[in-house]
């Protein structure tokens, strides 16, 4: 189960949400903050971890994956309406 408690008793998303968190590369991950025990094993894997509160995740109904967005990519812009 998550590590954190629910705020409402009729969640928008699952309480699994906090077990989300974006890989900016190999070696650095953002992390919820209260997923205390996910940073350590990261940590004791070699790989640096930012721990931040995502406040709004679960109205979002996603984590650091879902609530981001790529500016930049290798290769250029691709069309996808056309």
Do not use: K
């Not at 004791?44 to 406040?55: A, K, M, T, W």
């Amino acid at each position: 189960m998550a590590e954190t408690p629910l705020e409402s008793p009729f969640p928008l998303s699952s309480s699994w949400l906090g077990m989300n968190l974006l890989l900016i590369n190999p070696e650095l991950a953002i992390v919820d903050a209260a997923q205390h025990e996910r940073v350590r094993l990261l940590e004791s894997r070699g790989i640096e971890v930012v721990p931040h509160l995502l406040r709004h995740s679960r109205i979002l109904g996603g984590g650091f994956h879902c609530a981001t967005l790529d500016l930049v990519w290798d290769g250029g812009a691709i069309d996808y309406f056309s």
